[in-house]
């Protein structure tokens, strides 16, 4: 039974949505060509992950559908994951693959990072994303989204090196 978002269709989109697994058996996951796998526990914290970075939830984890405004009226879909976090319960993990060169970067208070929206793959903290329309931009670039808040930004560290962007001002 594929997982359902109530703004977006399945989970993953429809080519490759997340379907839940019932019984007892064991499960083999491999990571798509180019990505790694990396198994992450929460709690009750929140993470926001790119639906097509997400390969795997284990545990009472609540989710919701989000949305990486990305200017001109794109977006990248997003899901938000919470888990039980009371320490009662098995531990939530959720699996994400995620590009080889990927890295965090801490976005402070009062200080805004600025990065390509095809960069961002997930955050956690109290983030707010905001697409930077062209006017605004360093260079009048396009595709830009300003993250601002306190919490830590996952990248595709291999496009924001390229690009040189990742500036905090």
Do not use: N
């Not at 019984?23 to 009750?44: H, N, S």
């Not at 949305?67 to 938000?80: A, K, S, T, W, Y």
């Not at 995620?98 to 956690?124: F, I, Y």
């Amino acid at each position: 039974v594929p997982f359902v978002c109530a703004l977006d269709g399945p989970v993953g989109g429809p080519s490759s949505p997340v379907v839940q697994l019932d019984g007892v058996g064991e499960l083999v996951l491999g990571p798509p060509p180019g990505t790694k796998l990396f198994p992450i526990a929460i709690g009750d914290e929140t993470l926001t992950v790119r639906e097509s970075a997400l390969i795997a939830m284990v545990g009472d984890i609540q989710y919701e559908s989000a949305r990486l405004p990305g200017g001109d009226g794109d977006f990248v879909p997003m899901i938000q994951l919470r888990g039980a976090g009371d320490g009662r319960r098995p531990p939530c993990v959720v699996t994400l693959a995620l590009p080889q060169g990927a890295v965090t970067l801490e976005v402070m208070q009062d200080r805004t990072l600025l990065l390509r929206v095809h960069s961002v793959l997930g955050w956690t903290g109290r983030l707010s994303p905001r697409a930077v329309p062209p006017s605004e931009a360093p260079t009048k670039a396009r595709g830009l989204v300003a993250l601002t808040g306190e919490g830590m930004v996952l990248v595709d560290g291999r496009s924001v090196y390229q690009d040189f962007l990742g500036v905090t001002f």
